[in-house]
Antibody
Framework: EVQLVASGGGLVQPGGSLRLSCAGS????????MHWVRQAPGKGLVWVSR????????GYADSVKGRFTVSRDNAKNTLYLQVNSLRVEDTGVYYC?????????????WGKGTTVTVSS | DIVLTQSPLSLPVTPGEPASISCRSS???????????LDWFLQRPGQSPQLLIY???NRASGVPDRFSGSASGTDFTLHISRVEAEDVGVYYC?????????FGPGTTVDIK
């Protein structure tokens, strides 16, 4: 069974940092590009970041560029998102998402998410 | 950035009846391989999103065949042939052609 289990969220003050993790299982983690997508309370989905299967290519939304860093450890089947200089508007559920190999860049499996709350 | 607009934003449905949701892109999503890089997701209440349709018209694994997708230029449509109670939730379209990937605002489907 495919699983993506995100962790590392919590309550943090503005300007603070967190490291989000996402453990994958039930599939060949190193074969898949991965994404982070977030959702503010009661709002829609917003793409945050993407990383290729070996970690050499990354991409970010403009709103997080320079503050967030995506990485992965294929030996541990784990995806990371280092989030720094947090703002109130970064509050939300952060989903770890698998990309289907092949044409289309499709996000074919979503984990349950970890919640980040930025508040003083 | 590519902007996606959805209509309607709210859709009350009757079980057993058909339903459709539109998604319009601010630019072509047609890649050089001939595919439209437009996907549809459903987020049921309290759950993570799930992929329904990819590349405009391909059903994802395990998705019932009452769901289908179509495309005409920059206009995309998600069709539900006969709505069931389990289909309630928020439907999002998303473009995967270029970074940043962008989502539509979502269409909330609920039972009349």
């Amino acid at each position: 069974e495919v699983q993506l289990v995100a962790s590392g969220g919590g309550l943090v003050q503005p300007g603070g940092s967190l490291r989000l993790s996402c453990a994958g299982s039930g599939f060949t983690f190193s074969s898949h590009w991965m994404h982070w997508v977030r959702q503010a309370p009661g709002k829609g989905l917003v793409w945050v970041s993407r990383i290729n299967n070996d970690g050499s290519i990354t991409g970010y939304a403009d709103s997080v560029k320079g503050r967030f860093t995506v990485s992965r450890d294929n030996a541990k089947n784990t995806l990371y998102l280092q989030v720094n200089s947090l703002r109130v508007e970064d509050t939300g559920v952060y989903y770890c998402v698998r990309e289907r190999p092949g044409a289309g860049n499709n996000m074919d499996f979503w984990g349950k998410g970890t919640t980040v709350t930025v508040s003083s | 950035d590519i902007v996606l607009t959805q209509s309607p934003l709210s859709l009350p449905v009757t079980p057993g009846e058909p339903a459709s949701i539109s998604c319009r892109s601010s630019q072509s999503l047609l890649y050089s391989n001939g595919y439209n890089y437009l996907d549809w997701f459903l987020q049921r209440p309290g759950q993570s999103p799930q992929l329904l349709i990819y590349l405009g018209s391909n059903r994802a694994s395990g998705v019932p065949d009452r769901f289908s997708g179509s495309a005409s230029g920059t206009d995309f449509t998600l069709h539900i042939s006969r709505v069931e109670a389990e289909d309630v939730g928020v439907y999002y379209c998303m473009q995967a052609l270029q970074i940043p990937f962008t989502f539509g605002p979502g269409t909330t489907v609920d039972i009349k």
